[in-house]
């Protein structure tokens, strides 16, 4: 687990990162403090088109890790290759930001838990199929991903003076509700 300042956070939100905007999506009842309320409401300012580059930038690192082309942070996974083919959690994590990337580009939101878990659970257990099938799936995703960000309503760039802003407004309030607790 890595933790982050809310200014890194947001600095890695506003690239777009998959994995911090998935915070802002999250049911995750920790996520409920006021200081992330104040986050929330501000959502949208962290969207943009531009995430659509950072989910199909994630999504092909992932194939070619996949593929047996990229070593990935912690390399690859012969465990999974020796009995598929082919790095099946990798695959698996392909379709989700994919799917994931055009959700966002399409409706501004990233359900969660993913409504294709069923999919994804078949393509990590190994039972999607070969390595073929995944890629044409991939493939198609990734022209899906490229269209939906072509037609998408999101700004093409994300206003940092908004972001920046947002990130002062919720340390103010943070700050100045724990100096009511000091009192």
Same mark, same amino acid.
């Given at each position: 687990?890595?933790?982050?300042?809310?200014?890194?956070? !947001? #600095?890695?939100?506003?690239?777009?990162? @998959? %994995?911090?905007?998935?915070?802002?999506? $999250?049911?995750?009842?920790?996520?409920?403090?006021? &200081?992330?309320?104040?986050?929330?409401? $501000?959502?949208?300012?962290?969207?943009?088109?531009?995430?659509?580059?950072?989910?199909?930038?994630?999504?092909? !690192?992932?194939?070619?890790?996949?593929?047996?082309? +990229?070593?990935?942070?912690?390399?690859?996974?012969?465990?999974?290759? +020796? *009995?598929?083919?082919?790095?099946?959690?990798? !695959?698996?994590? *392909?379709?989700? /930001? /994919?799917?994931?990337?055009?959700?966002?580009?399409?409706? +501004?939101?990233? %359900?969660? &838990?993913? @409504?294709?878990?069923?999919?994804?659970?078949?393509?990590?257990?190994?039972?999607? #199929?070969?390595?073929?099938? *995944?890629?044409?799936?991939?493939? %198609?995703?990734?022209?899906?991903?490229?269209?939906?960000?072509?037609? $998408?309503?999101? @700004?093409?760039?994300?206003?940092?003076?908004?972001?920046?802003? !947002? *990130?002062?407004? %919720?340390?103010?309030?943070?700050?100045?509700? $724990?100096?009511?607790?000091?009192?």
């Amino acid at each position: 687990m890595c933790l982050y300042s809310l200014q890194k956070w !947001a #600095g890695l939100a506003a690239k777009g990162n @998959p %994995t911090a905007l998935h915070f802002l999506f $999250s049911q995750n009842y920790a996520l409920k403090s006021v &200081p992330w309320q104040q986050i929330l409401k $501000s959502r949208d300012v962290f969207l943009s088109r531009q995430a659509a580059l950072q989910f199909r930038g994630f999504a092909e !690192a992932q194939v070619r890790r996949r593929q047996g082309i +990229g070593t990935g942070k912690k390399g690859q996974r012969h465990e999974l290759i +020796g *009995v598929h083919g082919y790095d099946i959690k990798a !695959a698996m994590h *392909v379709i989700r /930001l /994919l799917n994931e990337g055009i959700e966002l580009m399409r409706s +501004g939101t990233i %359900t969660l &838990p993913r @409504p294709e878990k069923d999919l994804l659970i078949t393509i990590r257990t190994g039972n999607y #199929g070969s390595l073929d099938r *995944v890629l044409n799936l991939a493939n %198609t995703l990734f022209a899906e991903l490229e269209r939906a960000e072509r037609e $998408s309503q999101l @700004p093409e760039k994300v206003d940092r003076g908004k972001i920046s802003a !947002a *990130v002062s407004r %919720t340390y103010l309030r943070f700050w100045k509700d $724990s100096q009511a607790w000091t009192r």
